[in-house]
C-alpha cells in the first residue's frame, strides 16, 4: 500500500516521505486484550494540529523514527472482528492513533464508528478527533448544562468548529472568538449565535452578550488572552484547556479564582478515552443523536490530494485552517 511517513524531525516540507508498506496486520495497540481490531481502505484522512507538531518532534507522544502518521479516517470496512457490529463494505469513521496517512489503516472495534448517511468520508475523518474531544471537554469535564453561555477560542479550526456544534446541541449559547473576517463567516456556518474578534474587546463583548459573564471558556489557543477568559466568566464560570495553538503555556494566578468563584479545568482527551471502550462508546452514540438532530455536520475547510500532504500540514502550520483539513486518499 501507499503510505506517508515522518522520517525526520524537519517540519512539514521536509519531514515526509511518501513509500511502499505492506498492508498493515488487523491488530492495534490500544485494542483491549488483543482482540481483532478493524481494517479500513481509507477514502480521507483527517490531518491535525499534532501531526504538524509530529514532523518537529514536538507532540507528547513521540514514536521512534520513521512512522506513518495520522489519527483518523473516514472510510470503508475490509474486515471486522466478530461481534463487533461492524461488517465489510460498511462505511466508517474510525480514529487509528498513528497510521492514517496511508491507503490501508487499522484501529480499535470501540473507536471505529458506523458513519451516518448524512456525512461524506471526509467529514467521516473529522468526526472522531475533534467531535470527541469537544464532548469530552464541554460535557464531561466542563460540567456544560443546557441554558448556559459558551465562548470558544480558535472558533473557525477543527476543535472550535466541532465545540460551537456540539454546544448548541447540548442545549447551550455560543460566542465563537477568531481573528479574522473570513473566520467569523466559518464560525458562522458552525452554528455561532455570536461571533467577536480576538483583536477586539472580545472580553467585554462577551460579558455583555452574555448578560454578565459566560458560564465556559473552551480554550484550544492558550497564550496571552487566558487571563482575560478567566475574567470573562460569571461566578461558578469554568475554563477548559485544551490546547495551546498561540504557542505560550499561560499561568493562573489562583487569586482570581478564588475572587470570583470560578475554575480552571485541563481536559486531556486521548489519556482518558483511550483505556475506556465504554465511555467511547457512550460519547459514539451521543454525538450520532446530534447528527441524527443535524446538530453535528464537521466543516471540511480544505482537501489536499495525498501528494499534497505537506501543504496540508502547512496550511494548518501558517494558521490558515478552517474547520477540518483532510487528505482525499481514494478520490
Ligand atoms: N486536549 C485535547 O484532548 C485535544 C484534542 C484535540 C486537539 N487538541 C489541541 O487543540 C488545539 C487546536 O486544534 P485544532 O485541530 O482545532 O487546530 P486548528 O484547526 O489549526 O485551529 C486552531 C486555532 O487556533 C488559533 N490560533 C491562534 N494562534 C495560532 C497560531 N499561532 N497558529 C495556529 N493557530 C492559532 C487559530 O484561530 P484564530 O486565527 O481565529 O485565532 C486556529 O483556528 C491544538 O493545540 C491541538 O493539539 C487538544
Redesign the pocket.
Known amino acids: 500500500m501507499r503510505a506517508i511517513q515522518i522520517a525526520e524531525l524537519s517540519g512539514p516540507d521536509a519531514a515526509l516521505r511518501w513509500v511502499e508498506l505492506p498492508e498493515p496486520e488487523a491488530v492495534h495497540p490500544l485494542a483491549p486484550d488483543g482482540e481483532e481490531a478493524v481494517v479500513v481502505d481509507v477514502h480521507a484522512a483527517g490531518v ?3 501531526e ?2 509530529q514532523t518537529r518532534g514536538q ?1 507528547q507522544f513521540r514514536p521512534p523514527l520513521p512512522f506513518v502518521p495520522g489519527s483518523e479516517v473516514g472510510g470503508v470496512v475490509r474486515s471486522a472482528p466478530a461481534g463487533s457490529g461492524l461488517a465489510p463494505g460498511d462505511r466508517v469513521a474510525a480514529f487509528t492513533a498513528l497510521g492514517a496517512f496511508a491507503e490501508t489503516a487499522v484501529a480499535p472495534a470501540f473507536f471505529t464508528f458506523k458513519l451516518p448517511d448524512a456525512l461524506d468520508f471526509e467529514q467521516g475523518a473529522g468526526l472522531v ?2 467531535y ?2 469537544a464532548y ?2 464541554l460535557r464531561t469535564r466542563g460540567r456544560l448544562a443546557e441554558g448556559e453561555w459558551v465562548l470558544v ?10 465545540a460551537l456544534q456540539v454546544a448548541r446541541g447540548l442545549g447551550a449559547r455560543t460566542i465563537a ?4 473576517d473570513a ?1 467569523a463567516r466559518v ?1 458562522q456556518e458552525a452554528g455561532a449565535d455570536h461571533v467577536v474578534r ?1 483583536d477586539g474587546a472580545w472580553k467585554d463583548e462577551a460579558k455583555e452578550l452574555s448578560g454578565g459573564g459566560v458560564d465556559l471558556v473552551l480554550d ?4 496571552d488572552r487566558f487571563t482575560d477568559s478567566i475574567r470573562a466568566l460569571r461566578e461558578g464560570g469554568r475554563v477548559v ?7 505560550g503555556i499561560p499561568e493562573v494566578r489562583v487569586n482570581r479564582l478564588l475572587l470570583g468563584n470560578t475554575e480552571v479545568i ?7 478515552a483511550m483505556p475506556k471502550p465504554a465511555y467511547v462508546r457512550e460519547v459514539g452514540a451521543a454525538l450520532d443523536l446530534l447528527i441524527e438532530r443535524d446538530c453535528v455536520r464537521p466543516l471540511v ?1 480544505a482537501r489536499f490530494g495525498f501528494e499534497q500532504a505537506a501543504e496540508a500540514l502547512n496550511c ?4 490558515s ?5 483532510v487528505l482525499e486518499v481514494r478520490s
Open positions: 491535525s494540529f499534532p504538524v507538531l507532540y478527533l475533534n470527541h474531544t469530552f471537554a477560542h480558535g472558533a473557525a479550526g477543527g476543535v472550535g468548529t466541532a472568538v477568531v481573528s479574522t473566520k464560525a480576538s484550544p489557543v492558550g497564550g484547556v485544551v490546547g495551546f495553538t498561540g504557542g485541563g481536559a486531556g482527551w486521548g489519556a482518558y475547510g494548518i502550520d501558517t494558521r485552517a478552517t474547520g477540518k483539513v
